[in-house]
């Protein structure tokens, strides 16, 4: 539900609308922000009602973005390790990756698991945490197999209180994760069976 100045707000909209038989939206939206601007007290309550949530819409920008970085440096790596077939500019790209000094599986474990109402970072996790985000992962079973095989690697080592900072070590993580992707290319598809 609305609270009053928001709901002031969509019927400021709503009666634009009825106005007109043909509009743009960002023309509309134009116009009532102009409005809700000349208004200093409606601005003041609009703002303060609305800013939790621009902030948290934007704080899952954020974290959508981490995951389109982390999936990106996951097949960036993947070509790496395979004969590239593509022209001077994108090799020129894959030997830039090949000399960053931060592996891309190290760039990975910025990334935040989702675990039921947060988001936590890998070496941050618990290892009743890492169940969590495994049973999440297993669930969704779209192309996370190197991760779901590497946070399992993982979880072996963890008790259910500890944190992965400490047991393991980014380098090890590392060597860890690496394995578990090279594994994902030594296997055959339908080999990957649960448990493994």
Not at 123 to 148: C, E, F, N, P, V
Not at 164 to 192: G, H, I, S
Request: hydrophobic share 40%.
């Amino acid at each position: 539900m609305a609270t009053p100045t928001r709901q002031l707000v969509k019927d400021m909209i709503e009666e634009r609308y009825d106005d007109l038989d043909e509009y743009k939206v960002p023309v509309v939206v134009d116009e009532i922000t102009a409005l809700i601007r000349k208004d200093k007290k409606l601005y003041a309550s609009y703002v303060n009602e609305c800013l939790r949530t621009m902030v948290h819409n934007e704080a899952l920008g954020v974290v959508h973005a981490q995951r389109i970085r982390a999936r990106r440096a996951a097949e960036m790596q993947d070509a790496l390790d395979e004969p590239p077939l593509t022209s001077p500019a994108s090799l020129r790209e894959l030997e830039k990756r090949l000399n960053s000094k931060q592996s891309d599986s190290l760039r990975w474990l910025k990334h935040a698991e989702y675990i039921g109402t947060q988001h936590v970072k890998l070496m941050a996790m618990t290892g009743r945490q890492l169940d969590l985000a495994l049973s999440y992962r297993l669930m969704q079973r779209d192309g996370h197999d190197i991760k779901i095989r590497f946070m399992g690697q993982i979880r072996a080592a963890v008790a259910d209180d500890q944190a992965v900072e400490e047991v393991w070590t980014a380098e090890q993580l590392e060597e860890l994760f690496q394995n578990a992707r090279k594994k994902r290319r030594d296997d055959p598809p339908a080999a990957d069976q649960k448990g493994s």
